[in-house]
């Protein structure tokens, strides 16, 4: 019984063995954020696959797979400035293959584009845009650069590829450029923040000038109304008394002048006992 059984185990064995290779060397899957291209005995097909399950020749037919997804990928630039300084531009550029494009971008790049047709449109572009620059201007003007560089960057590369962005990750110069290119930005902002305070202690002394005649007009006016109207002073004396009874002192000692108004507790104060 055990010597018809242990045949039988091995020919379930091989028939599974059989089934599931045949299975995959039958079907396929396109992973999500990818395109299949089918190729046929070294011929790729002129439509791509979309992302699922399918089946294929066994052996002869192959499904490679094209990333559609974003792609981020370094590359630097050596470039010369207006003023015939040398400048290295490290950059980040952030790509993608168009679905439309797929077949096309495996066909005459192998999938993989960037080598061969990114990385060489990005370089020429920030070398033509930095040559109309001067250093300092590239140090100071990044966001400038980057645009201008990605505008000449996608009409090189054309609708092929998709250029979603660039960013300028570094911008070495040598030292001694470096150490004067920051000097003189010391130097500016020194400038501006001597005719900030400048211009801050003018205002503070207009200012006070405008406080000082404001403040004279007023003792004028006050002056003029008091002269005008003797009874103001009176009613403010009224006003401010507190309840004691007055004493009437002369201003001068032949009574001919307005008296001046004491407290009783003043003259009480003054009467020695």
Known sequence: MNQTFLPKLIGVALLVFVIVVLGSATSFIVDPGT????????????????EGFGFK???ITTIVPVNIRQKTQGVSAECFS????????????LYRVPEASVVQIFKEFAGDPFDSLIAPRVQEAIKEVTAAQTAEQIVKNREEIKQKAMV????????????EDIVIRNIE???ELEKAIEAKMVAEQQAVQAKFT???TQVEAETAIINARGEAEAIKVRGEALKL????????????????????????????????LLPLGSAEKAVVP
Do not use: C, H, Y
Not at 82 to 93: F, G, M, W, Y
Not at 231 to 259: C, H, Q, Y
């Open 82 to 93: 207006s003023d015939l300084q040398q400048v290295k531009i490290e950059l980040r550029v």
């Open 173 to 175: 110069l040598s030292a």
């Open 152 to 163: 000449s960057a996608k009409l090189k590369i054309g609708a092929m590829l998709m250029v």
């Open 198 to 200: 400048q211009m801050q």
């Open 35 to 50: 395109r299949g291209i089918k190729v046929t005995l070294g011929k790729a097909a002129d439509q791509f696959l979309a």
């Open 57 to 59: 020749m066994p052996f």
């Open 229 to 260: 109207n003797p009874a103001f002073l009176r009613l403010k004396i009224v006003e401010r008394w507190n309840g004691k009874s007055p004493l009437v002192v002369p201003a001068d000692p032949n009574n001919t002048g307005a008296g001046l």
